[in-house]
């Protein structure tokens, strides 16, 4: 169950916080590291402060994009600051640990992604994010040291872990054995989605890329929350490619015709 959570850092500047995160993460019982566009990698102070975890950084996967990172991902869980113009849905890491093993336990790939140690995730990157996980610290000493932020949800996510027995319930293992249809739509699957339904507003007059007015951050938002599945995206993606062969006029054939 564990090997299908992924923690995902995003632009790290200092070496250190990648060998702390691997760390905290071989601590707890995970093992899969992804490293979005690092500064240093690989690094001797990466090495040095991973004490133990070097076969987390020797398998850690590097890659240019948070939307490489998230390919497969069915549940994304992002750890920085809400975009305060759209509100978003908010977990404590208590129950970001439970939603990532309870969609673990289905088979699901899980994303805990980690924005810069300056900056935190930019809004489009928090947009890719189905929740955003907000740590509860003292408002007079708010940051915390990026190795530990990851060792929070680590340790969250491994006593959600313990909790279940380290195995799925009798529902989960049913729903592991459903058809493929049931699962969660991937991030990428999603991304391929937003941009069809992006391109089908923008032909339909419904949406003026001159003044988005944050349309699509609100759409991704409603369908982020929604949870759709494969079968659903199959419907929501034939709804859009019939609505933009209406809007070029083409005249509209069922399938079974």
Known sequence: MLQN??????????????????????????????????????HHEADARASGAGDILEGAQVVATLEDALVGCNLVLGTSARDRRIPWPLLDPREAGVKTVEHAAQGEEIALVFGREYAGLTNEELQRCHYHVHIPSDPEFSSLNLAAAVQVLSYETRMAWLAAGGQATKVEKFEVNSVRSTELATMDEMEKFYEHLEATLVNIGFLDPEKPRHLMARLRRLYGRSSVNRSEMSILRG?????????NGEPYKRKDQ
């Not at 200092?14 to 601590?27: E, W």
């Not at 709804?239 to 809007?247: D, S």
């Open 239 to 247: 709804i859009l490619t019939e609505t933009q062969k209406a809007a």
């Open 5 to 42: 959570i992924r923690v995902v850092l995003v632009g790290t500047s200092h070496p250190g916080n990648i060998g702390g995160a691997a760390r905290a993460m071989k601590n707890m019982g995970l093992s899969r590291l992804v490293l979005v566009d690092p500064a240093m990698f690989p």
